[in-house]
């Protein structure tokens, strides 16, 4: 049946009535009932974790979009299955390892949150922190109930492997990427993320390193993670040095850069510990996107223009933005984004040039925007002694520049290690799982020796006939 316009304004209209009338009922009743700062706090922290997770979507979108048609299918894969193990792996061992009171300064008290969560359970209190075992979490957090924190840490570990879905995209074994998917979200980030964000990490204790929402701790382990498994993985097929391969479909890639750009609001905005904050690191967010992009575009017009240049912008505009979001003034941001558009065109010239192949630039703008966005820190994060202050200010800019890089560079330097390590270990364990025959007597020579590269990929990398066909190894078509 058709609805003629103004039959259409008039149920939108009535619609909009009946919402407003409704929320201020609600509005009105938990008035009534109590309602405080502590419902905000959590309700915020729990729609921001919301925008995170949607974030997956941007990345599939974009992924999806820079990769050829025929792997499509694999690549959504991917996307959908990161979230499912790293709600596991993350729930079961790493959010305890990351967020366990400790006083070690290493790692968190493993303590799995899912086995024990029971004991967590209140009629009255949902979420109410135990007696023991995150009591630091709760007092860097204060009015938040311990599942909304969780819900909003496990949005963050599932960033971590969705970066290194891009960068490995189009000649990966599904396997192989759910197994290190559990290695990174299980282990690796949350170990690095207690050094920053833990009770008693180190890396904030002794040098005031301060990483707001992720550069360093995010995306810069993201961007290692993904580096390395590129390079152990080899160039695609036919790929080309000057252009990488041609784009499928751009309007994916555009529309999976709107939603990161929406989603980064809750990103960055979620892991403000002050609602009256909230406003600034929503406003420096927009902008230093804003300005990545512009940046990005103009510098590209000399080189190649393109759109993913103007994506690739935003993106790392919105990286750099996030170790310093709540602690930098507006007219930083656009200095922050602007720096970091520059910068992510800089570092993909410079990884064609060494033939490493990444169909998302998730090297240059996680790794690159990661870098920068963590030194700025120290050239612009404000004095600000009020006690709303995010950050904690103790040191001279020069002093607390060179911390800032010394605590990037420790964090990638475990990163490099592990990750390579654990790359080298899936691939041969996948290796022989497809080729028993294949195992050798000294199993460590043939990982470390000079031709393990190749040895590995062979586990690590699909077939030709499944690069030919778009398949994983999983998805057949």
Same mark, same amino acid.
């Given at each position: 049946m058709k609805i003629s316009k103004s039959r259409s304004f008039f149920f939108v209209f009535t619609g909009v009535?009946?919402?407003?009338?409704?929320?201020?009922?609600? =509005?009105?009743?938990?008035?009534?009932?109590?309602?405080?700062?502590?419902?905000?706090?959590? +309700?915020?922290?729990? /729609?921001?974790?919301?925008?995170?997770? &949607?974030?997956?979507?941007?990345?599939?979108?974009?992924?999806?979009?820079?990769?050829?048609? !025929?792997?499509?299918?694999?690549?959504?894969? !991917?996307?959908?299955?990161?979230?499912?193990?790293?709600?596991?792996?993350?729930?079961? /061992?790493?959010?305890?390892?990351?967020? #366990?009171?400790?006083?070690?300064?290493?790692?968190?008290?493993?303590?799995? &949150?899912?086995?024990?969560?029971?004991?967590?359970?209140s009629l009255t209190n949902p979420g109410? @922190? %135990?007696?023991?075992?995150?009591?630091?979490?709760?007092?860097?957090? %204060?009015?938040?109930?311990?599942?909304?924190? $969780? $819900?909003?840490?496990?949005?963050?570990? #599932?960033?971590?492997?969705?970066?290194?879905?891009?960068?490995?995209?189009?000649?990966?074994?599904?396997?192989?990427? /759910?197994?290190?998917? /559990? @290695?990174?979200?299980?282990?690796?980030?949350?170990?690095?993320?207690?050094?920053?964000?833990?009770? !008693?990490?180190?890396?904030?204790?002794?040098?005031?390193?301060?990483? @707001?929402a992720g550069s360093t701790v995010i995306h810069s382990v993201g961007g290692v993670a993904a580096l390395t498994g590129a390079h152990l993985l080899g160039r695609r097929k036919d790929w080309n040095p000057e252009r990488g391969l041609e784009a499928h479909n751009q309007a994916l890639s555009a529309l999976g850069c709107f939603i990161l750009w929406l989603g980064w609001f809750g990103f960055n905005g979620g892991s403000a510990l002050y609602l009256l904050n909230i406003p600034q690191v929503l406003l420096n967010t927009m902008l230093a996107a804003a300005a990545g992009g512009f940046i990005a575009t103009i510098v590209s017009y000399f080189i190649y223009p393109s759109l993913s240049s103007m994506i690739n912008g935003v993106l790392a505009g919105l990286v750099s933005i996030t170790a310093s979001s709540a602690y930098v003034t507006p007219f930083h941001a656009l200095v922050i984004g602007a720096v970091g558009g520059l910068i992510v065109i800089?570092?993909?010239? +410079?990884?064609?040039? &060494?033939?490493?192949?990444? %169909?998302?630039?998730?090297? %240059?703008?996680? =790794?690159?925007?990661?870098?920068?966005?963590?030194?700025?820190?120290?050239?612009?994060?404000?004095?600000?002694?009020?006690?709303?202050?995010?950050?904690?200010?103790?040191?001279?800019?020069?002093?607390?520049?060179?911390?800032?890089f010394f605590g990037w560079l420790v964090v990638c330097t475990v990163t490099i290690i592990f990750s390579y390590l654990a790359w080298l270990l899936i691939g041969a364990i996948l290796h022989w799982w497809n080729d028993p025959d294949d195992i050798p007597i000294d199993v460590f020579t043939r990982l470390l020796g000079p031709k393990a590269a190749k040895f590995v990929q062979a586990g690590l990398r699909v077939t030709v006939e499944d690069e030919d066909s778009g398949s994983d190894g999983y998805i057949k078509e």
């Open positions: 009535i009946l919402l407003v009338i409704g929320s201020n009922s609600v =509005l009105a009743s938990t008035s009534e009932s109590g309602f405080s700062s502590q419902h905000l706090y959590n +309700i915020w922290m729990l /729609i921001s974790g919301i925008l995170v997770f &949607f974030m997956n979507a941007g990345f599939a979108m974009l992924e999806a979009g820079n990769c050829s048609t !025929k792997n499509a299918v694999n690549i959504l894969a !991917k996307n959908l299955i990161v979230f499912c193990v790293a709600s596991i792996a993350y729930g079961l /061992i790493g959010f305890s390892i990351m967020f #366990g009171d400790s006083n070690s300064g290493l790692i968190g008290n493993f303590q799995p &949150f899912l086995l024990s969560s029971n004991s967590f359970v109410a @922190f %135990p007696s023991n075992g995150f009591q630091s979490l709760m007092q860097s957090w %204060p009015d938040r109930s311990l599942y909304t924190i $969780f $819900f909003f840490q496990l949005t963050f570990a #599932g960033t971590v492997a969705t970066i290194v879905s891009g960068a490995v995209a189009e000649r990966i074994r599904f396997m192989a990427f /759910i197994l290190f998917t /559990i @290695f990174l979200t299980a282990f690796l980030y949350p170990v690095l993320g207690y050094w920053v964000w833990g009770s !008693k990490g180190w890396l904030y204790e002794n040098l005031n390193f301060h990483d @707001f800089i570092i993909e010239q +410079i990884l064609r040039n &060494f033939g490493t192949d990444d %169909p998302v630039s998730a090297v %240059p703008v996680h =790794l690159g925007g990661g870098f920068w966005g963590t030194i700025a820190v120290g050239f612009f994060a404000l004095d600000n002694q009020s006690s709303l202050s995010e950050f904690r200010h103790m040191y001279a800019i020069g002093t607390q520049v060179i911390y800032q």
